[in-house]
């Protein structure tokens, strides 16, 4: 088998990965960077479609995440014939998500803040919609290529992490031995609020393909969700008491519904007031109802909860009922996670850093030069520290509690240790991670796993695996 990895390779950017056995041409995952934008922003595709022995079958997505399906558009253009593999939930929710990045991309041109011609319009992505084909969990479907002279078959496996995860494992035969490999995706292998841990084959595995997102991050294992739970419970009350407003930026997959369900446990266990008003906004809600309509052939840890089970109001659009419901105490679930200059988290920041009465609470990821990540910063550094979060509005002082909490739906590396474990592989590639992420990997896996071949290829790196 031959692997290359076609998206950026020592940092998170854009996951693609192409194997090629016997034959038969498999893409795993279709995902953009969501760093760049345009032509920029997607795989070296070309690397492929340049190789007349290099022929694309199939193309299987992990999850609905940009970074693994936002050029999956670009992927159906440049390969046609091309079969599409995801589950069910992911492609309930990549009808959702690609219309939007769509809608996004031609919005940025009209406003004048890109010259980047949008890569695909929202007519291509209901076009090729159709063509997606979706697959139970565990149950076999047949990835043979055109030119295979034996059959390659795939199987999905719950990966934890998000709505329609998955795990991909995949069953082939090698002069005459049977082969298989198991690409990660993006895993979570604990419980989350509403999502249950991944579940892995039972048996071991030739080839495993493993992130290693969460690889340079040594505080990630310390931190246990339940003291996580606490300590936002906690500071949730203690601005609602006071008569603070509580801002959590979310991203809009994922996280959003898992902390409107930590919400519920907080009103149900009286830490919080049941009649406190939570605001939730944009794509987010359409999200939530898919992660409703599949509680009961999905993955759920309880399959009569529902996200909108938890009372919440649509944000109001206008200013004037902005600055009306601000005025009581009420907690906002809004994106961007990262704050990101014109979103509603960021506007709505703008309007309460000031005053220290309230809470911004960040509960997921914020790149270092992120506004979220700047505004913790300059909080951590005193009260009144002077923080530019959007450059319209120039320098803010930071007053208000500003709180990073972790529920990550990504393994910790310990539990991507205890994965290797499981799946007692011949062979380790590391994908979707920084490089120091990786090292940290490699040399753990070497330490506690010396027969297990590991590598950690660079981009263009072609492997015969
Ligand atoms: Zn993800
Ligand atoms: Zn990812």
Redesign the pocket.
């Known amino acids: 088998m031959i692997f290359t990895s076609l998206g950026a390779s020592e940092e ?1 950017g854009a ?1 693609c990965h192409y194997i090629l056995i016997d034959g038969t041409g498999i893409l795993l995952d279709a ?1 953009a960077d969501p760093e760049k934008e345009g032509i920029e922003s997607v795989p070296d595709l070309q690397r492929i479609l340049s190789n007349p022995d290099w022929p694309v079958d199939h193309v299987i997505v992990s999850h609905a ?1 940009h ?2 399906l936002g050029s999956l558009p670009v992927v159906v253009k440049m390969f046609p014939h091309a079969r599409v593999h995801m589950s069910a939930a992911t492609r309930s929710l990549s009808d959702i998500l690609l219309p939007a990045s769509a809608r996004l991309q031609r919005r940025k041109v009209e406003e004048g803040s890109t010259e980047v011609a949008p890569l695909f319009a929202e007519e291509d992505v209901e076009a090729c919609s159709y063509l997606y084909q979706s697959h139970e969990l565990e149950t076999d479907f047949d990835l043979s290529g055109l030119k295979a002279r034996f059959e390659v078959s795939g199987e999905l496996y719950d990966a934890g992490h998000v709505l329609g995860s998955v795990g991909v494992h995949i069953t082939w035969v090698e002069n005459g031995k049977e082969r298989t490999l198991f690409f990660s995706g ?1 895993t979570g292998l604990r419980n989350q609020t509403i999502i249950p841990g991944a579940s892995y084959p039972d048996d071991p595995v030739d080839v495993l393909l493993l ?1 290693s ?1 969460l690889g340079a991050d040594p505080d990630a294992e310390l931190f246990t969700r339940k003291a996580e739970e606490k300590r936002l419970g906690k500071a949730m009350s203690k601005v609602l008491k006071r008569g603070g407003v509580v801002l959590m930026p979310v991203f809009a997959l994922g996280r959003a519904q898992e902390m409107l369900a930590l919400v519920e446990r907080f009103k149900t266990r009286g830490l919080i007031d049941d009649s406190v008003p939570v605001y939730t906004a944009g794509m987010m809600r359409a999200i939530s109802d898919a992660y409703d309509k599949s509680r009961q052939t999905t993955p759920r840890l309880n399959e009569e909860f529902e996200v909108f089970g938890v009372k919440q109001r649509r944000l109001p659009r206008t200013q004037g009922g902005l600055n009306e419901a601000l005025k009581q105490p009420c907690i906002l679930a809004v994106g961007s996670g990262m704050m990101f200059e014109r979103t509603i988290s960021n506007k709505i920041a703008q309007m309460l850093v000031e005053n220290e009465k309230h809470g911004v609470f960040l509960v997921g990821y914020a790149r270092d030069d992120s506004p979220a990540a700047l505004l913790a910063e300059a909080r951590a550094a005193g009260k009144g520290t002077m923080v530019t979060i959007n450059k319209a509005h120039g320098p803010q002082a930071a007053n208000c509690d500003v709180e990073r909490f972790r529920f990550s739906g990504h393994s910790h590396r310990r539990d991507l240790l205890s994965m290797v474990d499981m799946l007692q592989p011949e062979k380790i590639v590391l994908v ?1 991670g920084e490089k120091a992420a990786k090292q940290w990997m490699v040399d753990n896996i070497k330490f506690f796993y010396p027969e297990i071949e590991v590598m950690m290829p660079a981009t263009n790196d072609v492997l015969e695996v």
């Open positions: 998170i996951s995902g995440h970074d693994h993006d992130e997102t979707h």
